[in-house]
């Protein structure tokens, strides 16, 4: 089943709030946001009021390529939620600041295909109001 379609696994949806609600709904046209500090340009996450390099308070949500390699991954083969198992937990390191990483999915892969430096990008899943971003491979 593809990303979004009726029988796609459960997911708890966040609270949305004035600090995260930029990074949840980004997906809605398809681009990935992060908080980058207007100052120096470091990305930020998660959210925060300031930032970690310089201490600037000028933070505003910018988009980023949703392009990054596997920095490590566990398959999960416990059914904590219902969903269905086995599946990929990926921690993915974004292509634009070393450091900048997002934990994740990794969907449209068989499991031992999954790799540490593997190349992927980002996908969403809708489930109203929030756009879930997932990782598949991505063959440059």
Partial sequence: MGVGEVGAPFRVLPALSEDN??????GSDGRLRFLRCQSCGYYLH???????????????????SGRGTVHSFTVN?????????????????????????????????????????MDVRVVFEHREPVWFPLFEPDDR
Wanted: proline share 14%.
């Fill in 46 to 64: 998660p959210p925060s009021p300031r930032c970690p390099r310089c201490g600037g308070v000028e933070l505003a949500p910018e988009p980023v």
């Fill in 21 to 26: 609600r930029f990074f949840w709904t980004s």
């Fill in 77 to 117: 083969h416990q059914s904590w939620d219902g969903s269905p198992e086995p599946y990929a937990l990926v921690l993915v390191e974004l292509a634009e600041q070393v450091g900048l990483r997002l934990t994740s999915n990794l969907v449209g892969c068989p499991l031992e295909k999954v790799c540490i430096g």
